[in-house]
């Protein structure tokens, strides 16, 4: 088998981040072939991997594009050395051989809203220009994309060239989450960890970016529901994001007393397991792993309609969808029904759990290192 020196670029790596996750998967995925990887990036947050090599390099500029446009530069810096066969990217920036989709598309997002009058903006500017850099039709990334919807997005405003897409299957880790790592009784004590007992409900969260994933439409949702529910109610926020203001927005709503957030966890296995139901009311949403993950662990999903992953939850009868644009007052009726039935709830968790036995939710990883090596197989033949 050839052997490939492979370079991985990211902004920053945290343990915590789904971008982040599913990098340090390729790149681990990669090593364990036998490829001599590189990830380049500002800040490693984490454990270390040694299977890989890590360079930290200070991208960091005063603003966030200017970071960006900085990354670029760096990757146009690689190419010119010649020392790897394939430079796979994370963020969307010129001069990659191969881009990992993990954001929507800009560009149609300003036309959507109406605000195309932002491009003059210099920040606005420079992010249109890296996306048409990966994206437009002259140029020649390979672009891995999780999002059906985003692929028919990015094809529409750009007419990319289909040759150059690849949609990848999800890439959950079955082992993680099929077994659960409760007993019936450590189900019960994780419970009570949180003041959850027996009869309680626990309806779970799991993401970083609280505003984007809609905590605060799910804290208005549980805080509108009849008292009888309500008082049973407990809401975990498992991730990263700004506690003081949602908690506030809790408290303001008579429910600070019900609502956790936990930071990011190691364990989120046992939060699948021990939970009622998800709720991920997501603003914007490319994907949702989490949606798919709780499937994968027979918990039943409210979801709102503008996620990548919502078509499985449908395609399943795994859960709730709710329309898109999105409507608080079906969000709280169906939030209502959910909990009030239990039921329900079983019967659309056996379905989640079913439906993900057969279906290829699982190989995205898999896929992405063939699409990688394939590339670096062929720059090296045209070197």
Known sequence: MVLYKLAFVIERYFEFGGLQRDMRK???????????????????????????????????????????????????????????????????????????????????????QHQMWRRFLPRYRTYLDLEAAVFGPRGDTDIMLISPTELETIQKVYRTDSERIYLLPPGIDRERFVTNPLSNEKEKQFRR??????????????????????????????????????????????????????????RKEGIGDRVHFTGGRHDIASFYHAADVLLHPARTENTGTTLLEAMVTGLPVIVTGNCGYAHYIQKANGGWVCDDPFDPKQLHKILNEVLANDQLRIQYGENGRNYCKTADIYSMIEEGVRIITTRAEKNRRHH
Not at 195 to 207: A, K
Not at 223 to 230: E, G, R, T, V, Y
Request: with cysteine; hydrophobic share 40%.
């Open 193 to 250: 960890e949180f003041g959850i007992q027996d009869d309680d409900l626990m309806i779970l969260t799991v993401g970083s970016s609280f505003f984007t994933k809609g905590i605060d439409r799910a804290i208005h949702a549980i805080a509108s529901l009849p008292q009888d529910i309500k008082r049973r109610c407990r809401y975990v926020v498992v991730g990263q994001g700004k506690e003081k203001k949602f908690s506030a927005i809790a």
């Open 26 to 112: 390729f790149a681990v995925a990669c090593a364990e072939k036998g490829h001599d990887v590189t990830v380049f990036t500002s800040r490693w947050e984490g454990s270390q991997e040694p299977s890989i090599n890590i360079e930290i390099v200070d991208f960091r500029m005063s603003s966030n594009h200017q970071t960006i446009k900085n990354i670029e530069n760096f990757v146009y810096d690689l190419r010119k050395k010649n020392r790897f066969d394939c430079i796979a990217g994370f963020n969307r920036v010129g001069g990659l051989d191969v881009y990992f989709g993990g954001d929507i598309c800009l560009k149609a997002k300003l036309q959507q």
